[in-house]
């Protein structure tokens, strides 16, 4: 039964619970599509990367890769779990300020970083910038020297490592257009001069290479390729990392295809291959920064939707269609990711029939789930779709303008709205009159 490789529950009346609450309930109350998050999931998953290294006596810190969900409640989450946080934009390190997230906890990436950005990012005194390029570290100069302040920064590189995972999610590969490569000479040429500013702080290096990654394999190469390069600057130049961050990517399951590991086997290979390099080249252990984002909130959020139309073609397939699709979760179009689902007010029943979820877009590519195994169904039955917390509302969009669904987090049997639902207004509010 799906529900067993799910973190969610069935209550008394046959519907999917989940945090305590009635999802049917949680749909009649606020309307679909809708997201829903588990708070105490998130909470858990949070723990279960922090502890860990706490337990192994290693410095640390995790940061949520916010791109993954950004909103003001889900960072103050963050913050109660006294992690820090990874902002992609300007948009996002606004969200964190508004937020009130420490910002000695805040780390800015971003392979285009303008100059407002970064401004923004200088005059908060955030902890870290995280630099791509050369032109960054330019502007980066010209802040600092017309601010006559000082920033903290790693270094972005690419270690040429391709796991084994969606060519769209690959970010370390040397074909990347994120940071510096290590294999000609940019990482050098970038190390001098970020190394020798009087108004930088270079604490180390930084890489990602990829996501939805289920080998440990690949961080420990990654560990064994920076360090060779860390070496040898502190060969040559007596540089001692304080630093070294390895990303995040660690994957969760969406469909009984993936195997993920648990958090805690992630940490324990990703510390045990830091100490075991930093003793290999005589170097201080530095302090190991990760980045998760989907394996924070993605297993925590769920998708419900109301069935519509139904179709059936004899002897090909029935389709059903439910009130939401590509403008709430883009991936199955865009990366063919695949889900899992049941319908909330029928979690109890046996499967009888096998339908394909159509989404309400006028596009032939938006299809949610195919071949999805489920109890008769009926138009106004509630789909919940499952592994939608990273990726959902944050890549949601205006297409065939529709508006964008609410959020809602549940804790401990309670209920709040956290992201109000768009009205049409919204949509069109930037629109200006031709006439």
Same mark, same amino acid.
């Given at each position: 039964?799906?529900?067993?490789?799910?973190?969610?529950?069935?209550?008394?009346?046959?519907? *999917?619970? $989940?945090?305590?609450?009635?999802?049917? &309930? !949680?749909?009649?109350?606020?309307?679909?599509?809708?997201?829903?998050?588990?708070?105490?999931?998130?909470?858990?998953?949070?723990?279960?990367?922090?502890?860990?290294?706490?337990? +192994?006596?290693?410095?640390?810190?995790?940061?949520?890769?916010?791109?993954?969900?950004?909103?003001? /409640?889900?960072?103050?989450? $963050?913050?109660?779990?006294? *992690?820090?946080?990874?902002?992609?934009?300007?948009?996002?390190?606004?969200?964190?300020?508004?937020?009130?997230?420490?910002?000695?906890?805040?780390?800015?990436?971003?392979?285009?970083?303008?100059?407002? &950005? !970064?401004?923004?990012?200088?005059?908060?005194? #955030?902890?870290?910038?995280?630099?791509?390029?050369?032109?960054?570290?330019?502007?980066?100069?010209?802040?600092?020297?017309?601010?006559?302040?000082?920033?903290? @920064?790693?270094?972005?590189?690419?270690?040429? #490592?391709?796991?084994?995972?969606?060519?769209?999610? @690959?970010?370390?590969?040397?074909?990347?257009?994120?940071?510096?490569? +290590? &294999?000609?000479?940019?990482?050098?040429?970038?190390?001098?001069?970020?190394?020798?500013?009087? =108004?930088?702080?270079? =604490?180390?290096?930084?890489?990602?290479?990829?996501?939805?990654?289920?080998?440990? &394999?690949?961080?420990?190469?990654?560990?064994?390729?920076?360090?060779?390069? *860390?070496?040898?600057?502190?060969?040559?130049?007596?540089?001692?990392?304080?630093? *070294?961050?390895?990303?995040?990517?660690?994957? $969760?399951?969406?469909?009984?295809?993936?195997?993920?590991?648990?958090? /805690?086997?992630?940490?324990?290979?990703?510390?045990?291959?830091?100490?075991?390099?930093?003793?290999?080249?005589?170097?201080?252990?530095?302090?190991?920064?990760?980045?998760?984002?989907?394996? #924070?909130?993605?297993?925590?959020?769920?998708? +419900?939707?109301? %069935?519509?139309?139904?179709?059936? $073609?004899?002897?090909?397939?029935?389709?059903?269609?439910?009130?939401?699709?590509?403008?709430?979760? #883009?991936?199955?179009?865009?990366?063919?990711?695949?889900?899992?689902?049941?319908?909330?007010?029928?979690?109890?029943?046996?499967?009888?029939?096998? @339908?394909?979820?159509?989404?309400?877009?006028?596009?032939?590519?938006?299809?949610?789930?195919?071949?999805?195994?489920?109890?008769?169904?009926?138009?106004?039955?509630?789909?919940?779709?499952?592994?939608?917390?990273?990726?959902?509302?944050?890549?949601?969009?205006?297409?065939?303008?529709?508006?964008?669904?609410?959020?809602?987090? @549940?804790?401990?049997?309670?209920?709040?709205? %956290? %992201? =109000?639902?768009?009205?049409?207004?919204?949509?069109?509010?930037?629109?200006?009159?031709?006439?």
């Amino acid at each position: 039964m799906i529900l067993d490789h799910h973190p969610y529950t069935i209550n008394e009346a046959g519907h *999917l619970a $989940i945090g305590g609450m009635d999802a049917v &309930e !949680l749909a009649n109350k606020y309307g679909t599509p809708l997201y829903v998050f588990d708070v105490s999931l998130i909470r858990e998953n949070c723990r279960a990367f922090v502890n860990t290294f706490q337990e +192994l006596g290693v410095r640390a810190q995790v940061a949520y890769a916010s791109k993954a969900f950004s909103s003001v /409640a889900m960072l103050q989450v $963050i913050r109660q779990e006294n *992690l820090s946080l990874d902002v992609v934009s300007q948009g996002e390190l606004y969200t964190a300020l508004l937020a009130d997230f420490p910002v000695k906890k805040i780390h800015l990436h971003g392979n285009n970083k303008s100059y407002e &950005e !970064l401004e923004m990012a200088i005059d908060n005194d #955030i902890g870290c910038i995280v630099v791509d390029n050369f032109q960054e570290i330019d502007l980066i100069s010209h802040i600092l020297q017309e601010k006559d302040k000082t920033i903290s @920064v790693l270094m972005r590189v690419t270690p040429g #490592i391709e796991p084994n995972t969606h060519q769209y999610i @690959v970010t370390g590969n040397e074909d990347s257009k994120f940071g510096f490569s +290590l &294999e000609n000479g940019q990482a050098d040429k970038a190390f001098l001069q970020l190394y020798e500013h009087e =108004k930088i702080n270079f =604490k180390g290096l930084h890489n990602h290479i990829g996501s939805q990654i289920f080998e440990t &394999e690949v961080f420990q190469l990654s560990a064994d390729i920076l360090f060779h390069k *860390l070496a040898e600057w502190h060969a040559e130049y007596n540089f001692v990392p304080e630093v *070294l961050n390895l990303g995040g990517g660690f994957g $969760i399951r969406y469909t009984e295809d993936d195997q993920p590991l648990s958090y /805690a086997e992630h940490v324990n290979k990703i510390v045990t291959a830091v100490q075991d390099q930093s003793e290999s080249f005589n170097l201080p252990m530095p302090e190991i920064w990760i980045e998760p984002g989907r394996s #924070i909130v993605g297993n925590a959020g769920i998708t +419900l939707y109301s %069935v519509g139309s139904m179709k059936e $073609i004899p002897g090909v397939r029935k389709y059903i269609s439910v009130d939401g699709g590509m403008t709430d979760n #883009i991936r199955p179009a865009l990366y063919q990711a695949k889900y899992e689902a049941v319908l909330a007010n029928k979690a109890a029943l046996p499967a009888s029939e096998s @339908v394909s979820v159509a989404g309400k877009c006028c596009e032939s590519g938006d299809m949610l789930i195919w071949d999805l195994s489920v109890p008769e169904i009926d138009s106004d039955d509630i789909l919940a779709v499952f592994s939608t917390g990273a990726y959902g509302y944050s890549m949601a969009n205006h297409y065939n303008r529709f508006a964008k669904p609410a959020a809602v987090f @549940v804790e401990d049997g309670n209920d709040k709205l %956290v %992201v =109000k639902r768009e009205t049409y207004h919204d949509v069109v509010k930037n629109d200006i009159s031709y006439e």
